[in-house]
T-cell receptor, first 116, second 117 residues
Framework: AQSVTQPDIHITVSEGASLELRCNYS??????LFWYVQSPGQGLQLLLK??????LVQGIKGFEAEFKRSQSSFNLRKPSVHWSDAAEYFCAAPLLTSGSARQLTFGSGTQLTVLP | DVKVTQSSRYLVKRTGEKVFLECVQD?????MFWYRQDPGLGLRLIYFSYDVKMKEKGDIPEGYSVSREKKERFSLILESASTNQTSMYLCASKKVWSGHLDLETQYFGPGTRLLVL
């Protein structure tokens, strides 16, 4: 079955440091992959998405992610973290279901803490 | 901008009460979803609807039902609330699959945090 795994439950970085959040997927074909961010008390906001083509995807808020088929990974990166980046991050992939609706399957999330 | 709104941000109910969570989207999306979010478990799909009056069970439908009478509105119903339904509930919507991958983006509401006492 298709699945998405985020191996890190919690990551702490200092403000200004670089960031990498890991996401691994299990898929038969080329996957479609998303990164969402959830700030405290808020819904989910789309950061970026990968469907095909260039394996390095740029998103909002200075984030990027790289799709690596050989490693089954879609890691999220940011060169310099800001205190406002403290949030929970979810990697997700769509599953085709009936009626052409595609539910999303989510990783369990990575909570990011940013130290001053 | 796509807007998905949920009727309440916070809700406190008693065990056994019937609870209605409402979700409205303003972008004429065919597909709508209800997720439940719990720490360490990520988001899990409760029910989804691929069109008006169409609904299907997700991964954890037990104890819940849904209603989609109008395209813009998708309601989640807890028939008899229990303490294990204390959670954050998130609604999402998107366009129906049309072959255009750039439309395969779900838009989320702000969530309803439900406490069942």
């Amino acid at each position: 079955a298709q699945s998405v795994t985020q191996p890190d439950i919690h990551i702490t970085v200092s403000e200004g440091a670089s960031l990498e959040l890991r996401c691994n997927y299990s898929y038969g074909a080329t996957p479609y992959l998303f990164w969402y961010v959830q700030s405290p008390g808020q819904g989910l906001q789309l950061l970026l998405k990968y469907f095909s083509g260039d394996t390095l995807v740029q998103g909002i808020k200075g984030f990027e992610a790289e799709f690596k088929r050989s490693q089954s990974s879609f890691n999220l990166r940011k060169p310099s973290v800001h205190w406002s980046d403290a949030a929970e991050y979810f990697c997700a992939a769509p599953l085709l279901t009936s009626g052409s609706a595609r539910q999303l399957t989510f990783g369990s999330g990575t909570q990011l803490t940013v130290l001053p | 901008d796509v807007k998905v709104t949920q009727s309440s941000r916070y809700l406190v109910k008693r065990t056994g009460e019937k609870v209605f969570l409402e979700c409205v989207q303003d972008m004429d999306h065919e597909n709508m979803f209800w997720y439940r979010q719990d720490p360490g478990l990520g988001l899990r799909l409760i029910y989804f609807s691929y069109d008006v009056k169409m609904k299907e069970k997700g991964d954890i439908p037990e104890g819940y039902s849904v209603s989609r009478e109008k395209k813009e509105r998708f309601s989640l119903i807890l028939e008899s609330a229990s303490t294990n339904q204390t959670s954050m509930y998130l609604c999402a919507s998107k366009k129906v699959w049309s072959g255009h991958l750039d439309l395969e983006t779900q838009y989320f509401g702000p969530g309803t945090r439900l406490l069942v006492l």
